[in-house]
């Protein structure tokens, strides 16, 4: 039974929404008697603490965890509605008849302080279900459903783009044309009445499309990007009848698929400048990141309006509204204490525009000579637009790390099996495997992407016989992304890197690495001090035998590795780079590192333990080999050379010694060796 005094169920109301963490005694009387003298706060905190356990008399002791300092909701005989709705996500909104009703509407007026509390509370979780219910949208592909999910968006934003997209997409998915654009006409009609002001460009291209393949060419009035600040209304004439609407499916019938294969929506801020700099500047800055973030091909693109003054304080909202996830803000300042007057930074900050408004990834680029020139400019942007990239696949897999497999989406199972990959564990390549078990049309290159990825790790796990058919299956996979995705950084990069490790593959890959970091940035030239360019250098560099560059790219690739996440699927290479160029001991204690952190990852520990042959390290050679042996069993020398087949003779013979040296392998390349 609940309490009846407000007091008490503010009180309860408190422990409820605590996430089931303790809350202090003062922090409860702050906020149920804010205006009353400290001591008075807390007589009433005790009073009204034992009125609370009566009322859920006899399990109160049961369901409150009371302490000297603390109290705290138990987990044991309780459910919160609230922790449901942010565990479980898509499920448990669906079953709320009204999604958006006031969260505790009976406790208004408790206190001021209470009042201040609970208004974020509510504001977070209407956040929390609007992203939910908006990314459901992307993903959802069936008509009654994205009509469903809609119409509960719309009961809580009846401004909200993405859910108005989502009614037009779903009436031409069930071939209803003309409802299609009776929803735009009512959509419009409403923005223009009491916003005074048409939607956004993203939902405007989406009505053009409908119109375009609705109406005869000679009727057709497309939008421009100056008419959409004008009235909309002549989209929908008279003569717009049904059998006009049937002609022709539009484009748009491929709508609902492709968004359900975006990874995100990224809405790009205006360009922030300091007062004494050319306006100009913002705008070409504002071209050159919107060319970057087309590039990734993983999310959509919002771009900056084209005039700054258009922009308003709630201009984070509006994006929300129109269907972004994220907000990139790119600021330039001018640098004190530089070597010239011209020195200047860029930051950008990704802002999360679905939960808390956090930053979400942030980055600092300084530049000696000012960024006047774009050209100048541009590699270096492509290097910020892998790094935010992996910024939104790291997010998006935390965001939906609480969901089971069941409620993700085939995008989503493909997110969920790149960032197990990242983890370099063999033991949940069955895992991974399970969740790429989706047919290629209904992923998209993200599945495309995990997919490549996780046959060239497969390919030196070293666990399997038809490791030379799972690096070719890898190849493919890329070349097919390559084809698909041209100017895509990820997966020209992931390419370059299988491609050097194939046999007799050297050649073409040195020639996809010179096309990298050679091509100008119109044509997506990456920044030469980028990771992965680094360590495809070194590899250039190794295969012909110049170990000193091979030695300095190296040493590039380890300075910049933090700033990648996928350098932890390429760092056993540049620990094999440090053996090879002499740098043992440096190996050993990479190799350590990275061991600790990923302890069932074979293509590192092959590496430690030729490393600690090298460093005459025998005491831990044996805990390593130990280690490698469990994991690969059957290990042979075979396999172990067949890989390393693009290092000169030399080296690749270096390596061998060391591996019998250690004991992993026979000379037979059959067996492996005995520990004793």
Request: overall charge negative; glycine content about 6%; some cysteine.
């Amino acid at each position: 039974m609940l309490p009846i005094g407000g007091k008490t169920r503010g009180l309860l109301a408190v422990l409820a929404l605590a996430n089931r963490r303790p809350v202090t005694r003062p922090r409860l009387a702050e906020l149920l008697w804010s205006q009353r003298p400290e001591e008075l706060a807390r007589a009433s905190l005790r009073q009204e603490i034992h009125r609370l356990l009566d009322a859920l008399s006899p399990l109160g002791v049961d369901v409150i965890d009371v302490q000297r300092h603390t109290l705290a909701l138990k987990p044991a005989l309780t459910s919160v509605d609230v922790e449901r709705v942010y565990a479980v996500g898509l499920p448990a909104i669906r079953e709320l008849e009204e999604p958006f009703a006031p969260l505790l509407a009976d406790l208004n007026g408790i206190d001021p302080a209470f009042d201040g509390w609970l208004e974020e509370q509510r504001t977070g979780l209407t956040r929390h279900i609007q992203s939910v219910l908006t990314r459901a949208l992307q993903e959802e592909v069936d008509a009654d459903t994205l009509f469903a999910i809609a119409d509960q968006l719309l009961s809580g934003d009846e401004y909200n783009e993405s859910a108005w997209r989502a009614r037009m997409q779903a009436a031409v998915l069930q071939g209803e044309h003309a409802k299609a654009l009776e929803f735009g006409r009512k959509m419009l009609e409403m923005f223009e009445s009491r916003l005074g002001r048409p939607p956004g460009p993203v939902t405007m291209d989406l009505l053009s499309s409908l119109q375009a393949a609705a109406v005869p060419a000679a009727k057709r009035s497309a939008f421009s990007d100056s008419d959409r600040d004008a009235p909309s209304r002549e989209l929908f004439s008279a003569e717009d009848g049904e059998g006009i609407l049937s002609l022709t499916p539009p484009s748009t019938l491929r709508s609902a698929s492709e968004a359900a294969r975006r990874l995100a929506m990224i809405a790009v801020a205006p360009v922030m400048l300091p007062p004494d700099m050319e306006s100009g500047v913002s705008f070409e800055l504002g071209d050159a990141l919107d060319v970057t973030l087309s590039r990734q091909h993983l999310f959509g693109v919002l771009p900056a309006p084209q005039r700054t003054d258009t922009v308003e304080r709630g201009y984070a909202e509006t994006c929300r509204k129109a269907g972004a996830d994220f907000l990139l803000t790119t600021a330039v300042r001018k640098m004190a204490g530089g070597a010239t007057a011209a020195r200047t930074s860029i930051i950008f900050r990704l802002i999360d525009l679905r939960y808390d408004n956090g930053i979400v990834w942030a980055r600092k680029i300084v530049f000696d000579d000012g960024v006047g020139d774009m050209r100048a400019v541009l590699p270096s942007l492509m290097g910020v637009g892998i790094a935010l990239q992996w910024a939104v696949l790291q997010f998006e897999g935390r965001v939906q790390a609480p969901r089971s497999v069941r409620e993700l989406s085939h995008g989503g199972r493909a997110l969920r099996a790149l960032m197990l990959l990242m983890r370099c564990d063999v033991a949940l390549f069955p895992q991974i495997g399970m969740l790429l078990e989706t047919r290629q049309s209904e992923a998209g290159s993200l599945r495309d992407l995990a997919t490549a990825l996780f046959a060239s790790v497969r390919a030196v796990s070293y666990r399997t016989p038809d490791e030379d058919e799972t690096q070719l299956e890898a190849l493919s996979l890329l070349q097919e992304c390559q084809a698909q995705t041209p100017q895509s950084p990820i997966s020209r990069l992931a390419l370059a890197y299988v491609t050097f490790r194939m046999p007799g593959h050297a050649p073409m890959a040195e020639a996809l690495t010179a096309s990298l970091v050679n091509d100008g940035p119109d044509d997506g030239g990456l920044p030469p001090d980028l990771p992965a360019c680094s360590l495809l250098q070194a590899f250039a560099a190794a295969h012909h035998g110049h170990w000193e560059e091979a030695s300095r790219r190296t040493e590039d690739y380890l300075a910049a590795r933090h700033e990648d996440p996928s350098c932890v699927l390429t760092e056993p290479s540049a620990i094999m780079l440090l053996l090879l160029v002499g740098r043992s001991n440096e190996a050993v204690r990479m190799s350590r590192s990275y061991v600790c952190t990923f302890p069932r990852f074979p293509a590192a520990l092959i590496y430690y333990v030729a490393a600690l042959v090298e460093a005459g390290l025998d005491s831990e050679l044996e805990i390593a080999r130990a280690q490698l042996l469990a994991l690969c069993p059957s290990l042979s020398l075979d396999q172990l050379m067949k890989r390393h087949m693009f290092l000169p003779e030399e080296a690749q013979e270096r390596l061998r010694r060391a591996w019998l040296k250690s004991g992993v392998v026979h000379e037979d390349n059959k067996t492996t060796a005995c520990l004793a």
